[in-house]
């Protein structure tokens, strides 16, 4: 099993920043890839970025074309942490931010479903 936890939402006027972390532990050598979804109220889930943490794979990143330019996913494999940093933030971006982890080999992970989820993190964006 892997548990993840998030933190770092919070509330921000539109044009602020804000930076999410989701720390990984138990078994992770189960996964090689973490990413970031999110659901707004009456609206689908959707993969928001994601990173390939380990293997031949390391280090690539994918975003949603919504979020490209503005967030930036990273990764600190000495903290088993995975960062989104989300700047030029607008209303729309109003979610629960969910982080989740798979084993996947995969060139579109961010339209898989991942195995481990975190519980969230809301992120609220006023005008």
């Known amino acids: 099993q892997v548990q993840l936890v998030e933190s770092g939402g919070g509330s921000v006027q539109a044009g602020g920043s804000l930076k999410l972390a989701c720390a990984a532990s138990?078994?992770?050598?189960?996964?090689?890839?973490m990413g970031w979804f999110r659901q707004a109220p009456g609206k689908e889930r959707e993969g928001v970025a994601g990173?390939?943490?380990?293997?031949?794979?390391?280090?690539?990143?994918y975003y949603v074309d919504s979020v490209k330019g503005r967030f930036t996913i990273s990764q600190d494999n000495a903290k088993n942490t995975v960062y989104l940093q989300m700047n030029t933030l607008k209303p729309e971006d109003t979610a629960m931010y969910y982080c989740?982890?798979?084993?996947?080999?995969?060139?579109?992970?961010?339209?898989?479903?991942?195995?481990?989820w975190g519980q969230g993190t809301q992120v609220t964006v006023s005008s």
């Open positions: 990173i390939y943490t380990r293997g031949t794979r390391g280090g690539m990143t």
């Open positions: 138990g078994n992770i050598y189960d996964t090689n890839y």
């Open positions: 989740a982890a798979a084993w996947f080999l995969s060139d579109y992970p961010l339209t898989r479903t991942p195995r481990y």
